[in-house]
Structures are given as C-alpha cells and as structure tokens.
C-alpha cells in the first residue's frame, strides 16, 4: 500500500513539474515579444529620397588610431534607393558609386548652411587676470 500511494504522490509531482514548465515556457515567450516589440519600436527609419546628400559611417575606425578622428565620411549624394533600406551613393568628386546599407548612413546638412548667407562669428578671448 505504501508504494501505491508513493507511486500516486510522485505522479501528482511529476504532473505538476510540467505544468510548471509549460508556464514557464509561455512567461518566456511573452517576455521575447515584448522586448521585440520595444526594440522594433526604438528603430530609427532611414529613408533618403534620391539627390539627398548624406554621411557615411567608417566602420573601419576603430582599427585607427586618433580619438577625433570623424567616424563619419562624405557628403554623397544618393543615386538610387532600392528596397530593404539598400541605397547607391555617388561622391561629388568620382564616377564610383557605393552600395551600402541605410543603417550606415545620416542626413548631412551642410549644403543648407552654405545657403545661409548670414554668419554669426563669435571670437573667444582668455578673460584678464590680476598680475601681483
């Protein structure tokens, strides 16, 4: 009798390890849909439209030495966008035109400053100190 009703008891354990289980399985599936969904949410759309001048990131970069080195190159300007965020880009000075991806790239604003005929030049001085 006594192995009976161990027999039933580890049943009962073995039933409940599983429910435990498959509850946790399901806590960890809606946990992976939420943190994709944040994640899906904070990506930054790239959209160029074509003549747009942009930067290009250098990956290579922290292969070099120099901390204020830019890590960004350019301007160029977008030939051509495809879909899946892929673009061709032309630089002003060469016949080259580079594939790459959107993620890699950032609008330049500069040519609007060139635009812009009014300039604002602030000279900085060192302030006066007291001589003894």
Known sequence: MGFEKAGAERKLQLQELKCLRLEAYENSRLYKEKVRAMHDRNIKRREFRP???????????????GKLRSKWEGPYRVEKAEPYGVFHLRHPSSLHILKVNGHRLKLYHGEKMKDNK???ILLFADPPTEVD
Not at 51 to 65: A, T
């Open 51 to 65: 003549r747009e001048l942009v930067l290009l990131y250098n990956s290579r970069l922290r292969l070099m030495l």
């Open 118 to 120: 009014e300039l604002e």
